[in-house]
């Protein structure tokens, strides 16, 4: 089902249970693009089972069964277009179990108690001026409070799930996504003396919350009241990125776990 709607937004078809498997904000008309489905994914759960079996992780099948149905649902929560993506072709299989791996990594550092909004920034190339496919993979946006003080925490994250044959291109291409991406968003938001489109930047910042995130209603300050914090530059942000790059193989490899600073 295509939706192009004023009034119809992602989270309402979600909050139905209905699958969103493409969303996009068109800026210009202040519609929405949303295509929608009920079909059964079984031969993306066949892609995602074949990856997970090649790890080993010695489960028993219906641990893997579950284990599979939650990295579709956890990459379906981001945006439906990386499951529809994976469905058709088996190497987006593994962008979507990168993209999992990588939105638990950055959950885990920005704590699970606190709202996080994700989004998946093909979907919102065009306001980002750059290319679908050229960009990072994913933003996360979590408003918090740190030693009592209000700040957004904003993660942008590039995710590559390779074998070790791939690995030395893989970190390359996934440091340059991710450089790219970062620096057009620093850029616009930090440099001084402000740019003159700053403003729509944190306006579209202020957006992004009220589409990412669903506030609780214990929530010391309310949404408009983070969204006007924002949109009128009074809201510390904290912008990191990371490229994380997953690498599957048998374990003599010799490839091991490591952290280190992206130059530039």
């Not at 929608?36 to 993306?44: G, I, M, Q």
């Not at 919102?124 to 993979?137: M, N, P, R």
């Not at 009074?234 to 790059?245: K, R, T």
């Amino acid at each position: 089902v295509v939706n192009y709607d004023d009034l119809l937004e992602r989270r309402q078809l979600v909050n139905q249970g209905v699958k969103v498997i493409r969303y996009q904000q068109n800026r210009t008309d202040e519609r929405n693009f949303l295509v929608s489905s009920d079909a059964s994914l079984n031969v993306l759960k066949v892609l995602v089972r074949k990856r997970l079996e090649a790890l080993n992780l010695g489960l028993e099948n219906e641990r893997i069964n579950k284990l599979v149905e939650r990295l579709i649902n956890e990459a379906n929560a981001v945006s439906g277009d990386i499951v529809l993506r994976a469905a058709k072709c088996g190497r987006f299989a593994s962008e979507l179990m990168g993209v999992v791996l990588s939105k638990a990594l950055i959950t885990a550092e920005m704590g699970a108690q606190n709202p996080i909004g994700w989004y998946f920034l093909d979907d919102y190339a065009s306001w980002l001026g750059q290319k679908e496919g050229q960009i990072a993979d994913i933003m996360a946006i979590s408003p918090q409070y740190v030693n009592g003080e209000p700040i957004l925490k904003v993660i942008v994250s590039e995710a590559k799930y390779v074998d070790v044959a791939g690995l030395a291109d893989a970190r390359k291409t996934s440091q340059n996504q991710l450089r790219q991406t970062v620096g057009r968003i620093a850029d616009a938001l930090f440099i001084t003396p402000g740019r003159l489109d700053r403003d729509l930047w944190l306006s579209r910042l202020s957006d992004l919350l009220l589409d990412g995130i669903e506030f609780s209603s214990d929530n010391k300050l309310n949404i408009e009241q983070w969204r006007e914090m924002i949109r009128s530059g009074n809201l510390p942000i904290d912008l990191s990125g990371y490229s994380q790059v997953f690498v599957t193989g048998s374990n003599d490899s010799n490839v091991e776990g490591e952290r280190s600073p992206i130059p530039k």
